[in-house]
T-cell receptor, first 115, second 114 residues
Framework: DQQVKQNSPSLSVQEGRISILNCDYT??????FLWYKKYPAEGPTFLIS?????DKNEDGRFTVFLNKSAKHLSLHIVPSQPGDSAVYFC??????????????FGTGTRLTIIP | SAVISQKPSRDICQRGTSLTIQCQVD?????MFWYRQQPGQSLTLIAT?????????ESGFVIDKFPISRPNLTFSTLTVSNMSPEDSSIYLC???????????FGPGTRLLVL
């Protein structure tokens, strides 16, 4: 049962335009969401996160939007740059008494920025 | 963030052998996590390792196959035992940092079992 889904395995965007990566989840207990970027032969790099008490979080060129009623989040990158070409993973967790622990990952979206 | 190193970065192993992967963190952390990313798939949590206690394994993963050590607050090992080609994966460790306890990942160990 895939609790976190990224339905687009790949996405190509022109340099300078906006990249929008989407993620859906099914577990209503999830209350903390993260995006990671992964280059080949490297571990995932944390990009940005959002708590369920917010619907938007922005950090430079990266903005994450959360729609709790739709169980949907998206990552916007603007403007897109060639260095953004990577695989992006959406992840979610349900906080417990011990904090945010187990992360459940989506299957990833490969973003290619076209110069 | 955190500085996390893993050894080895990659290895090719024969069926039936075992490999121990090391994870070193630049400062003390309470919890360390071990993930697996099989080819073309997402990251899956294997187990959570706390210092001074037994690791907690996720469904589908057992201690006999993936024994974990956590001798101190900056180091952990994961052993992949009695390997088969299905164990060919990237194995990653991660730690929690910051107020939001965001997880940060090591560079991964790429394992190929022949």
């Amino acid at each position: 049962d895939q609790q976190v889904k990224q339905n687009s395995p790949s996405l190509s965007v022109q340099e300078g335009r906006i990249s929008i990566l989407n993620c859906d989840y099914t577990n209503s207990m999830f209350d903390y969401f993260l995006w990671y970027k992964k280059y080949p032969a490297e571990g995932p790099t944390f990009l940005i996160s959002i708590s369920s008490i917010k619907d938007k979080n922005e950090d430079g060129r990266f903005t994450v939007f959360l729609n709790k009623s739709a169980k949907h989040l998206s990552l916007h990158i603007v403007p897109s740059q060639p260095g953004d070409s990577a695989v992006y993973f959406c992840a979610a967790s349900a906080a417990s008494n011990f904090g945010n622990e187990k992360l459940t990952f989506g299957t990833g979206t490969r973003l290619t920025i076209i110069p | 963030s955190a500085v996390i190193s893993q050894k080895p970065s990659r290895d090719i192993c024969q069926r039936g052998t075992s490999l121990t992967i090391q994870c070193q963190v630049d400062s003390q952390v309470t919890m360390m996590f071990w993930y697996r990313q099989q080819p073309g798939q997402s990251l899956t949590l294997i187990a959570t390792a706390n210092q001074g206690s037994e690791a907690t394994y996720e469904s589908g993963f057992v201690i006999d196959k993936f024994p974990i050590s956590r001798p101190n607050l900056t180091f952990s090992t994961l052993t992949v035992s009695n390997m088969s080609p299905e164990d060919s994966s990237i194995y990653l460790c991660s730690v929690e940092r910051g107020l939001a306890e965001t997880q940060y990942f090591g560079p991964g160990t790429r394992l190929l079992v022949l």
